[in-house]
């Protein structure tokens, strides 16, 4: 079948999903495809993917599931029943089961989901004295992603209609309730530090932060510690102090050390 494009769908607070997939679509053979990046909440473009593009949809593991407001943002996308690719980026714990839960949500939406992956990113509770896959993801991982597009790509080329690809399986448990994330808490911010730039405010996927007299100020309601803010302030005034975030830190900096690599699938 022929394929003319490529639109990447991306929920991604700290930018490494929407790198691993562009890679991917560039081992596809698209150096400019159509990017809908909906991890901002002012982002409310709906789009509709025609049948002869490949949709490549991307987001963030949180506790082995989809990212909070991953699931409704990626439902504005909706599709003629195309091909699709799924990708599903952790942090070098597990991914469990966020592929199966967006490959199913991809499916619900009006796509033909041929391929999924599971790549690797540097975790968002990574810190230069607790890393956890710093650097992630790397030469390495990128040239396996862009493999993997180029197998994706040939695949299609090779089939006269998506009827003649079989169905595609991934790992996981398909989950029965949404996944409501953390609440309640947050990141703290020093005020001393703080320069009142709002740069945080600005990359809060969550719309989570305001600027109250030239200080941030957190809902922590819809805060799902993604750590965008903290990546993005440049005075260093954003930390993690919630003991309960600390201890999965701990946790996860002694037990998730060893690489994983990425796992692609392909029908």
Do not use: W
């Not at 929407?18 to 081992?27: E, Q, T, V």
């Not at 493999?147 to 790992?171: C, H, I, N, T």
């Not at 941030?216 to 440049?234: G, I, N």
């Amino acid at each position: 079948m022929r394929i003319t494009n490529a639109h990447l769908i991306a929920y991604s607070p700290t930018g490494t999903t929407l790198k691993n997939i562009s890679h991917l679509a560039f081992g596809m053979g698209f150096s400019g495809p159509k990017v809908t990046n909906l991890t901002l909440p002012k982002e409310r473009e709906e789009s509709l993917v025609p049948r002869e593009s490949v949709a490549i949809f991307g987001a963030p593991v949180y506790a082995g599931r989809v990212a909070p407001h991953a699931v409704d943002r990626l439902k504005r996308v909706k599709g003629e029943g195309g091909p699709a690719v799924v990708v599903a980026v952790y942090g070098n714990r597990a991914y469990e089961n966020a592929l199966i839960e967006l490959k199913h949500l991809v499916e619900e939406q009006g796509f033909h989901v041929v391929a999924a992956a599971a790549l690797l990113a540097e975790h968002s509770f990574s810190s230069d004295k607790k890393p956890l896959a710093k650097g992630r993801p790397d030469s390495q991982d990128l040239a396996a992603a862009e493999d993997f597009g180029r197998e994706v790509r040939d695949r299609l080329e090779r089939v006269e209609g998506l009827s003649a690809m079989s169905q595609l399986q991934v790992p996981g448990e398909l989950p029965s309730e949404p996944f409501a994330g953390l609440s309640g808490m947050s990141p703290e911010t020093d005020a001393s530090l703080c320069k009142g730039c709002g740069l945080c405010v600005d990359a809060c996927p969550a719309g989570a932060l305001s600027l109250s007299k030239k200080k941030p100020v957190t809902d922590t309601t819809c805060c799902t510690y993604c750590l965008a803010c903290l990546r993005t302030c440049p005075s260093g005034a954003i930390s993690v102090t919630t003991p309960f975030i600390l201890e999965i830190v701990e946790k996860l900096y002694a037990n998730c050390q060893a690489r994983c690599e990425p796992e692609f699938f392909l029908s």
